[in-house]
């Protein structure tokens, strides 16, 4: 039977609820919350959740069950109202263990700011409060703050923080880790043999409400699955893209923007106005970074990135001096099934070639 929540009668607010999560709200505490809930359901749930975290490594024939069973889990847990910061997910184990958990459910990312409230406190003078750091953190042997959001976080993003905490005397492990990859691991619990008896078989629909919470009310995808469409012109840019075995495809103009981590490229044509493209190739991710029009000049004329950047500045000029260009490596070429599929919009097309990789 269908449920839904809002007025009758006003398709805008009217909502369909598919998953028993939904009913305490669609925000990012709602997500940690039920995350949080999920977690301290099941022990190995939990021990393969800080694993794909970084927290425990994967040692053949290390079991980590016992070293976490009875432990605490906390969500907005807020020690002193005054400092620290109120933490989405805190999960401890009497003087084993202590994870801070900073979550984003849309495209940012925590700040170094953000991530020191919650270690390294300063005074109005910028001097770190190193009682306060020992009394949130002295007890523990394991230390490990860990942001889950939805965009890749680069490895350097907090080498500051990194470096302040190492000059303080205070171990703490900085690791960064993705919804697309929370959302794998739910996958492969879901998919696991379904039991039988009723606590196990209680447990398995839990996971899949989970699941369902995350693709259908927060849109969480596998990364490694994404695929960027771009539209480009057919008789230049889709050479560049396409005709080598190394392809490229140049993006400029945009300061302050950065492409989702996806592993996948189509590049497609089709007329300006229309909403129907048509893509042959799916080409392979091999490299994403930010650069600029001097600087790709600068390189070797022989080298590949300049001479495909040479055929399109052909068409865009202005990229020549341009100081924010987005740049893809392209690497294996994956021909499409039903050659030159069809897709309009963002959607269309998309699941097909999503199942595709998938196989």
């Given amino acids: 039977m269908k449920l839904s929540i809002g007025k ?14 939904r009913l305490i709200g669609k925000n990012e505490d709602a997500l940690t919350y039920s995350l949080g809930y999920l977690i301290s359901r099941n022990t190995s749930f939990l021990v393969e959740f800080l694993k794909i975290c970084g927290v425990f490594p994967r040692t053949r024939g290390v079991r980590y069950n016992k070293k976490v069973e009875e432990g605490e889990i906390h969500l907005q847990e807020l020690r002193d109202k005054s400092k620290g910061g109120r ?27 953000q991530l020191a409230k919650y270690t390294l406190t300063k005074d109005s003078k910028g001097v770190i409060d190193l ?27 907090y080498s500051g923080l990194k470096k302040e905490l190492l000059h303080s005397g205070m171990d703490i492990h900085i690791h960064s880790i993705q919804w697309g990859d929370v959302l794998n691991l739910v996958d492969r619990w879901t998919n696991q043999k379904n039991a039988t008896n009723g606590q196990a078989h209680l447990w ?23 695929v960027i469409f771009v539209q480009v012109l ?38 300006k106005y229309k909403a129907s493209k048509t893509a042959e190739l799916i080409r392979r991710i091999d490299n994403y970074e930010k650069s600029s029009g001097p600087e790709i000049l600068k390189k070797p004329s ?3 990135m300049r001479k495909a950047f040479e055929k399109h500045t052909a068409k865009f000029s202005k990229d020549v001096r341009n100081e ?36």
Avoid at 8 to 19: A, Q, V
Avoid at 138 to 153: D, I, P, Q, S
Avoid at 346 to 352: F, L, S
């Fill in 324 to 359: 924010h260009i987005h740049v893809f490596t392209l690497g294996a070429k994956i021909p499409i099934p039903k050659v030159k599929q069809k897709f309009s919009g963002p959607n269309r097309g998309y699941k097909n070639i999503v199942d595709f990789l998938s196989e």
């Fill in 204 to 226: 398995h629909e839990l996971l899949k409400e989970f699941r369902l919470f995350l693709k259908e009310d927060y849109d969480m995808k596998y990364f490694a699955h994404e």
């Fill in 302 to 304: 022989t080298h590949p």
């Fill in 131 to 157: 009682k306060f750091l020992q009394k949130e953190w002295g007890a523990f042997k394991n230390r490990h703050l860990v942001t889950l959001t939805r965009a890749e976080v680069s490895a350097n993003e």
């Fill in 234 to 271: 057919k008789n230049l840019i889709y050479p560049i893209c396409n005709e080598d075995p190394v392809g490229y495809y140049f993006d400029g103009g945009r300061k302050d923007f950065t492409y989702p981590p996806c592993l996948f490229f189509v590049p497609c044509y089709g007329q």
């Fill in 87 to 113: 933490k989405d997910i805190t999960i401890e184990k009497s003087d084993f263990l202590r994870v801070v958990i900073e979550a984003k459910v849309d495209g940012s990312i925590p700040s170094s700011q």
């Fill in 8 to 21: 009758r009668g006003h398709d805008e607010n009217t909502l369909e609820l598919k998953s028993l999560f």
